[in-house]
């Protein structure tokens, strides 16, 4: 790779690394996310800084340009990570539905029966 | 002066254990305030509770134990507790020695005490990769902390008012009973351990096999780790 590709790209990998670590730090991420960026942001750099890895990894799948190949695990991963995101977000929508209703039956005074499912 | 104990119990469905934990509390135990965090549960446990006499605050829906004990610390500390005392809704602890979570808390001599399995004459007998379990992450917490810890996955503490504060305010997710000793001495607080004797849970079969025992090991690891990263903001 051309050296100054190289030594950009190695830049951005642990720019991006630290400002990961600094989410995890300031209890922006949950544990489960650090670790998955944190993971994330150690590929890269390892990428960036080791072609060797990337190429060694794209003739094992058969796939011509190196280039080619970092795009589509990129890609895998960022549509899988969506796909995670959704699925959270639904959930997440449904939890606030029952807690807004929580907090409106509340505000109705009479007092609640505790025995809802059973 | 005398000084206010909660006794906070995290249940997720526990209507057959949660009755004959309150009984025992009111029977051999002198502590009349009990506050139970219905985590969601699915079955009758809210109801039981509250017709044994205790306060119970019920979740929308379940949280997970990090977030329903935290619901217990915020509540002792709204409520101006000095101390709080977790108790597991299952019934594996023994409340008699309650008393000895609190002896060193108002003794002034440490701000957590954590109930030890380990530290108990009578050896809890658990299955070979649990207890190669528990020896592992305790000699990576003691390491980490710099002091002893023989249990770290034990949910029978107790905690003094600034504890509850720290608790009330970030409590972690993942694995909470772990990550908290990590944090709490990362706030500067003393931890001390008292033996602890419990009882294996009665209903139910163990689900932790040898490969699950390093599964969770690993990622306990990792969220130790996060956990010795995350900002210390000591107000």
Redesign the interface.
Same mark, same amino acid.
């Given at each position: 790779m051309e050296p100054r590709l190289r030594i950009f790209s190695i830049m951005i990998s642990v720019c991006l690394f630290l400002f990961i670590l600094e989410l995890v730090r300031r209890k922006k991420l949950m544990e489960r996310y650090s670790l998955l960026w944190l993971v994330m942001g150690a590929t890269l750099t390892t990428i960036a800084a080791w072609p060797r890895a990337a190429q060694f990894l794209s003739r094992l799948f058969g796939v011509l340009a190196v280039s080619n190949m970092v795009f589509l695990a990129a890609m895998l991963f960022i549509v899988v990570l969506c796909i995670h995101f959704s699925v959270r977000i639904s959930s997440l929508s449904k939890e606030m539905r029952e807690v807004a209703q929580e907090i409106a039956l509340l505000k109705t005074g009479k007092s609640v029966r505790k025995e809802m499912k059973s | 002066m005398s000084e206010r104990v909660l006794i906070i119990i995290p249940a997720l469905n526990e209507e057959s254990n949660i009755g004959g934990v309150l009984d025992r509390l009111r029977r051999q135990t002198p502590y009349r305030d009990i506050l139970v965090i219905n985590d969601g549960s +699915? /079955?009758?446990t +809210? !109801?039981v509770a509250?017709e044994c006499g205790a306060v119970?605050a /019920?979740l *929308? $829906?379940t949280l997970g134990i990090g977030a329903a004990v935290q619901t217990g610390y915020k509540y002792a500390f709204e409520q101006g507790y000095d101390y709080a005392v977790r108790v597991d809704g299952d019934g594996q602890h023994d409340v008699t020695q309650i008393a000895d979570l609190l002896a060193p808390l108002t003794a002034r001599k440490a701000d957590l005490v954590i109930g030890s399995r380990v530290l108990s004459e009578a050896p809890y007998q658990s299955s070979f990769p649990r207890r190669v379990g528990i020896r592992v992450l305790s000699s990576l917490v003691s390491r980490v902390v710099r002091q002893p810890v023989t249990d770290t996955t034990s949910g029978f503490r107790g905690a003094n008012r600034q504890a509850i504060a720290a608790f009330a305010e %970030?409590y *972690? /997710? /993942? %694995?909470p009973e772990v990550?908290s000793i990590i944090w709490a001495h990362r706030r500067g607080f003393r931890i001390v351990e008292v033996g602890a004797r419990m009882t294996e849970r009665t209903g139910g079969e163990s689900s932790i096999t040898a490969i699950r025992s390093v599964y969770y090991m690993i990622k306990v690891v $990792? !969220?130790v780790m996060?956990?010795l990263?995350?900002?210390v903001d000591v107000p």
């Open positions: - | +699915s /079955d009758r +809210s !109801a509250t119970v /019920d *929308p $829906f %970030y *972690p /997710d /993942d %694995y990550e $990792f !969220a996060i956990e990263m995350r900002k």
